[in-house]
């Protein structure tokens, strides 16, 4: 019984051979690292064709799933969390926050195991009710959590004793950070528990929660498997639980 995970992707122009059209692309890292450690990935567009809009159908995805996956990306629309954006907002794409907000909504209602990473914690974040820091060098003065569009730069973080955070990654692990945004307010029922030098937040948890968890750092971009071990440990769990009420 292999749990089977599902991973948002991207949206972009992308060209394979002689195509060049708009596609679903992931990094390969995020796959991989999935089934390298035990489960099985099912990769998840959002399709902005769908009848009733990009969220259709999102309880019946995360019915069939034991984990759910929300990867990195462009940034979030801050007209979910009630502002307007700042001119530094890029790469917005209101179809895919709407899509990955509904199975994440759905995912929690389920008590689903979720992994979010850097986008997928902010959407995280946002479904619960917080915001965002829109450009967060104008909140600490400098860009050492992104020094340039694409470029992962090794950060310093502390996380709390006795959280998943620290059980996960220990307790001050370097880590690769590639973010302009970060989180403000938090989200209802969301903990803090790693921070950088700065003070600016990097992993939440859900208490109560059967497994949820989010990093604003990337750890597939590292090959870190630490993070999606725990994940699949969560599913294969809520899949035996699932067998066990003889659900599908």
């Given at each position: 019984?292999?749990?089977?995970i599902?991973?948002?992707?991207?949206?972009?122009?992308?060209a394979?051979?002689?195509?060049?059209?708009p596609?679903?692309?992931?990094?390969?890292?995020?796959?991989?690292?999935v089934?390298s450690?035990g489960?099985?990935p099912l990769?998840?567009?959002?399709?902005?064709?769908?009848t009733?809009?990009?969220?259709?159908?999102?309880?019946?995805?995360?019915?069939?799933?034991?984990?759910?996956?929300?990867?990195?990306?462009?940034d979030?629309?801050?007209?979910?969390y009630?502002?307007?954006?700042?001119?530094t907002?890029?790469?917005?794409n209101?179809i895919?926050?709407d899509?990955?907000?509904?199975?994440?909504?759905?995912a929690?209602?389920?008590d689903?195991?979720?992994?979010a990473?850097?986008?997928g914690?902010?959407?995280?974040n946002?479904e619960?009710g917080g915001?965002?820091?829109q450009?967060?060098?104008?909140?600490?003065?400098h860009?050492?959590?992104?020094?340039?569009?694409?470029?992962?730069g090794?950060?310093?973080?502390?996380t709390?004793?006795?959280?998943?955070?620290?059980?996960?990654?220990?307790?001050?692990p370097?880590?690769?950070?590639?973010?302009?945004?970060s989180?403000?307010?938090?989200?209802?029922?969301l903990?803090?528990?790693?921070?950088?030098?700065?003070?600016?937040?990097?992993?939440?948890?859900?208490?109560?929660a059967?497994?949820?968890?989010?990093?604003?750092?990337h750890?597939e971009?590292?090959g870190?498997?630490?993070?999606?071990?725990a994940?699949?440990h969560?599913?294969?769990?809520?899949?035996?639980?699932?067998?066990?009420?003889?659900?599908?």
């Amino acid at each position: 019984m292999i749990p089977l995970i599902g991973i948002t992707t991207y949206v972009a122009e992308a060209a394979w051979g002689a195509w060049e059209r708009p596609a679903a692309v992931l990094p390969e890292s995020y796959f991989e690292l999935v089934a390298s450690a035990g489960g099985r990935p099912l990769l998840l567009p959002p399709p902005s064709s769908a009848t009733d809009g990009p969220g259709t159908g999102a309880a019946e995805v995360i019915d069939v799933l034991h984990g759910l996956v929300l990867t990195g990306g462009g940034d979030v629309d801050p007209v979910s969390y009630g502002e307007a954006p700042e001119p530094t907002v890029g790469g917005v794409n209101p179809i895919r926050d709407d899509s990955e907000r509904a199975l994440l909504a759905a995912a929690l209602k389920a008590d689903l195991p979720v992994l979010a990473i850097c986008r997928g914690c902010q959407i995280l974040n946002v479904e619960l009710g917080g915001t965002l820091h829109q450009h967060l060098p104008d909140v600490i003065g400098h860009d050492g959590h992104r020094s340039a569009p694409a470029v992962f730069g090794n950060m310093a973080v502390a996380t709390e004793p006795g959280s998943r955070a620290a059980e996960v990654f220990g307790v001050s692990p370097t880590v690769l950070c590639c973010h302009h945004q970060s989180i403000h307010e938090l989200g209802h029922g969301l903990v803090p528990t790693a921070r950088a030098d700065d003070g600016v937040i990097e992993a939440v948890e859900l208490p109560g929660a059967r497994f949820v968890f989010g990093v604003q750092w990337h750890p597939e971009e590292g090959g870190d498997r630490r993070p999606f071990e725990a994940l699949i440990h969560a599913a294969a769990a809520y899949q035996r639980d699932r067998a066990d009420q003889h659900l599908p």
